[in-house]
Every structure is written in C-alpha cells, then in structure tokens.
C-alpha cells in the first residue's frame, strides 16, 4: 500500500502565490515520477507539472514561467510553487507518484485531491 497525500491549497486573489506540497509513502523501492494534475469542473484531468528522480522537469504551456515544481528524494516529497495566479488556474489539484513498489511492480498512485481557487 502507498498513500499519496497533498496539502497547501486554498482560496486566493489573482495575482497572488500558494505552494502546494505533496508526500508518498508506503510501499516504496524507487520512485521514478512525481507530479501535478489538475482538473477544473467540466474538464479533462491535465498535466501541470513533473519531476524525475533525477531532477528533469516537465510543465504545461499555461504555467511555465510561473509555477515551479521541486523535490525531496528523500522523503518522496514533491511541492509545487505557484505565482502569479490568475483565475483560470482555479481547478483541484492531484498528486501523482509513479514508483516501483517493494514487490517488483511499477505502479501510479494518486491523492485524493486538494482545491485551488483563484479569484478575480
């Protein structure tokens, strides 16, 4: 068993930042991916941002230059900082963490999910 869990949304006016952090734990031999998804109501679930365990990066087109993902090997740990929000960024945000569990099989884990809402 893993459990992913987020924490770190909330409500805030556009313009303004929150940081959104992250942590799995469980069943863990190597983790190889952890991100951020998000989805707005009426949506597809998308990517926003990712990181290896290397440290390589990955970010949607809407959020580069103003979100920033960052991670903690060590402690299975991934945040997500977010600046200059604008309204349109309002949505649930999902961790995600793509790791090979002590048994042997790669596996996709999710959270259940934390709220972000921007105001105009």
């Known amino acids: 068993q893993v459990q992913v869990v987020e924490s770190g949304g909330g409500l805030v006016q556009a313009g303004g930042s929150l940081r959104l952090s992250c942590a799995a734990s469980?069943?863990?031999?190597?983790?190889?991916?952890m991100g951020w998804h998000r989805q707005a109501p009426g949506t597809q679930r998308e990517l926003v941002a990712d990181i290896t365990r290397g440290g390589s990066t990955n970010y949607a087109d809407a959020v580069k230059g103003r979100f920033t993902i960052s991670g903690d090997n060590a402690k299975n740990t991934v945040y997500l900082r977010m600046n200059s929000l604008k309204p349109e960024d309002t949505a649930v945000y999902y961790c995600n963490a793509r790791y090979r569990s002590t048994t042997g099989p790669v596996y996709d884990s999710w959270g259940q999910g934390t709220q972000v809402t921007v105001s105009s």
């Open positions: 469980g069943n863990i031999f190597s983790m190889y991916t």
